[in-house]
C-alpha cells in the first residue's frame, strides 16, 4: 500500500526549490475538440481529466528561456512544453465551472487545473535529467531558434520559435543538434491589448516511473501579461514541420488548423543597465 501522504524524495544532488534568476516566457492557448484529448490524456496520465471549457478541451505551447545562478557558476536553458490544461479525477468536485477566459485570466485559485505534460523538448542535458527525475516529465532533447522581444533589440512584440531535433548521449555536457525542424510558431503581438494576470503557480502534471502522479507548482513573482487573440487569430501562426516525430502527430491530432485563442507571456525585468559612454574633457600638460 502506498502513502499517499509522503512526498516524493528528492533525487541527488538537486535541490528544491528550483530558483530561476530570469524568466523569458510565451505560451499560446488553443481550444479544441476534446475526444482526442482525452485520448492521450488517459495513455500518459491516467488520474487527470481535461479540463471542460463550454465543451472544449486547452492545449499549451509554453516556450521558457530562463538563466539560473549555481555556486560555481550560470546555466541558460530553453524548453518547451507541449501540455493538456487538466485537473486530477479525484478533485473535480472542488473546481468551480470556468470559461476560458476566466481560467486565463487566473480565476481558479484551486490551482487544481495545471499543465498535464506530453511533451517538454530541451536544450540543456541537466534540465533534461532534472526535469525526469524531480518531475516526472516526458523531457528529451532538442535545440530552438528564436526571436524575442529584447530592450538590446529594435522596438516591438514579436516572438518566433523554431524546435528542432537533436539527440543527447550522456555524458556529454550538450545535446547534438539536427538539422529537421519539428515545429516552429510566430506570434505577433504588438499593440494589442492586454491585461496583468495572477495566474501562478502554474501546477505541472507527470507521473514517475512507477506511475504515480505528480503535482509541481511553479511560482512566478509578477503578473504575467494576457493578450486574447479573439478576432486576432492571425497574429499567431503554428507550423508542424514534422507530423511523423511523438510532439509532431499529437500538434497535428489535437490542434490541426485551429487557430490560438490566447497568449500569455512574462520577461523578467532588467536589474542593471551599462549605459552609453560620454566624451572626457581633455586637458593634457605638456611635458617639456
Known sequence: MTDDLSLPPVAAPYQLP??????HNIGLDYLVDP???RRTLAEHHPDLSAADFDGLACVTLNYQL???QYPNGGGITQEIEYSIVAHP??????LARLTYEQYAHGHDQTKLLGIARLHVLCDNPLAIEAGT???GEPKYPAWFET???SLNGPAGDLWTVACKQATHTPPAPA???QDGALFSFRADLDGLPRIPVNNTPITGYGTDPTGRPLAGPMNVYQPYQYISLTGAAERAELTVHDRTSPVGADLTAHIGDTPAA???TYQSAPVAAHNRPYYVPSRRIQVS
Do not use: C, I, M
Open 18 to 23: 528550483f530558483h530561476y534568476g530570469a524568466l
Open 35 to 37: 475526444a482526442p484529448v
Open 66 to 68: 530562463y538563466f539560473a
Open 89 to 94: 479525477t479525484a478533485g473535480a468536485d472542488r
Open 133 to 135: 527525475k524531480l518531475y
Open 147 to 149: 526571436t524575442l522581444p
Open 175 to 177: 545535446v547534438d543538434r
Open 262 to 264: 490566447g497568449a500569455w
